[in-house]
């Protein structure tokens, strides 16, 4: 009897480890290693959870990267309806002149309005534009420069009268209501940019056959292909983690209701009983995205070794770059060559290099047809994110960043270490206690 009881507990939990599975669990010894890297992702979690997780948080939370300059008003280019969301809850006022630093104020052409956020009534898509006195200074003294012809991207002009200074600390990435067919339709854009064909083909191939022919590719489009499903699944992974389950008839203002995992649609997005087995290789491929941005960092890291993070506050500055060059750069060395960026373009090949930077770059402008202004700001911060570390890997020249890049990097991949840290410590662990 017991043998019978041990046995069926047993196929239980095998049944239940569907959503990180493939035949088998995601992070079991037959499937642990991540395809063109030779890297463990149990090695990467727990190099993530027990140790980089809980810096980043440290590091993200500074002052030099909580501000992020974004331009939320550009123009969708690939169709004239951008479906911008119609709830009042995803307006955004501009802030009064006379509250932004002065550096700022000449920038403005519209009509100011009041900032402030009821905090009791605050809303799933509003961005919350207050900057305080205390932190003007640290954006008046921001020194920038850029290298436009080596992006991967499209980096906000910096000189725009529409930019504005974000704080990330107060706009966290979370669910906000914003669904149905403008979502599907930004997101299958951004997948028909992988425009790179099979080997034995020339004809064009729907989203679905592009994903059951990645690993047909050559290197360079499946690399390409990884990158964006691994983006892809981490957003969705934060907004599953960051769900907002609203009271009957309470709507999405952010205060009816409460915030919490949501295990359901986790298993929907994921389970391969639902994705037709994709899912999770989707999953998988947040670990390929989370080496490559790592190894971009770590290739940087003189240029990072000659950046005093200055904010004007130079005991903050200081304890920053303690964190940042000698404890971050230490911890992520031993994981930063399971990437080789030299098994792309070889041979000089600058045509594919040059056609996979102009997919990537119309890709960041894709990003300014996103119909909420919350989702629009983090989806264009991980973008570029990722556009600054391929611009690391791949530049011929001595690499130069501006601050923007700085900031969106390491809070992309901050985004990417949470991504794994709720694989692991909040949707594996819950489906385990269901068992």
């Keep these: 009897m017991a043998k019978i009881i041990f046995l069926s507990i047993y196929i239980v939990i095998i049944n239940f480890c569907i959503v990180l599975s493939d035949e088998q669990c995601l992070l079991s010894d037959n499937n642990d290693l991540i395809d063109d890297c030779n890297c463990r992702i149990s090695d990467l979690i727990e190099l993530n959870n027990q140790r980089l997780y809980p810096l980043l948080h440290k590091i993200v939370n500074k002052n030099y990267f909580r501000f992020f300059p974004v331009n939320l008003r550009k123009k969708c280019l690939f169709w004239s309806d951008n479906s911008h969301c119609s709830r009042r809850t995803c307006a955004i006022k501009q802030c009064p002149i006379e509250d932004l630093p002065e550096l700022l104020r000449d920038k403005i052409l519209h009509p100011p309005e009041s900032c402030l956020v009821n905090p009791n009534n605050s ?3 509003l961005i919350n534009k207050n900057i305080s006195e205390e932190h003007q200074q640290t954006i008046q003294n921001w020194i920038q420069y ?3 012809s080596e992006n991967f991207c499209d980096v906000d002009d910096e000189t725009s009268t529409d930019l504005e200074y974000i704080d990330l600390s107060i706009n966290l990435e979370r669910f906000t209501g914003y669904t149905g067919p403008s979502t599907q339709r930004v997101w299958s854009a951004i997948y028909n940019e992988n425009c790179f064909f099979l080997p034995d083909s020339k004809i064009y191939y729907d989203l679905k056959q592009k994903r059951l022919n990645a690993h047909k590719m050559c290197v360079e489009g499946r690399t390409f292909y990884r990158l964006i499903s691994g983006l892809h699944t981490s957003i969705t992974v934060h907004l599953c ?9 309470g709507g999405y203002t952010g205060s009816d209701g409460r915030w919490g995992p949501n295990f359901d649609e986790f298993k929907h997005r994921f389970d391969p009983e639902t994705t037709g087995g994709e899912g999770p290789k989707w999953l998988k491929n947040i670990f390929f995205i989370y080496l490559i941005e790592l190894r971009a960092i770590y290739k940087a890291r003189r240029f990072f070794k000659g950046q005093t993070f200055f904010t004007g506050n130079k005991t903050d500055d200081l304890h920053m770059k303690e964190l940042f060059t000698k404890q971050f750069i230490k911890e992520i060395k031993p994981y930063a060559n399971y990437f080789n960026e030299h098994n792309l373009f070889q041979n000089g090949n600058r045509l594919l290099k040059a056609e996979f930077k ?6 960041s402008h894709i990003m300014d047809c996103v119909g909420c202004d919350k989702c629009k700001l983090w989806g264009k911060l991980q973008i570029q994110a990722l556009g600054t570390a391929l611009k690391i890997l791949f530049t011929e020249q001595t690499i130069q960043l501006q601050r923007s890049e700085i900031v969106a990097l390491i809070n992309g991949f901050n985004r990417l270490s949470t991504s794994i840290y709720h694989l692991e410590q909040t949707f594996k662990t819950c489906i ?3 068992t």
């Design 146 to 148: 850029d290298v436009q």
């Design 432 to 434: 385990k206690k269901d």
């Design 123 to 125: 809303s799933l898509g």
């Design 241 to 249: 983690a960051q769900y907002f389950f609203s009271i009957v008839g």
């Design 358 to 363: 102009e997919h990537f770059r119309n890709i």
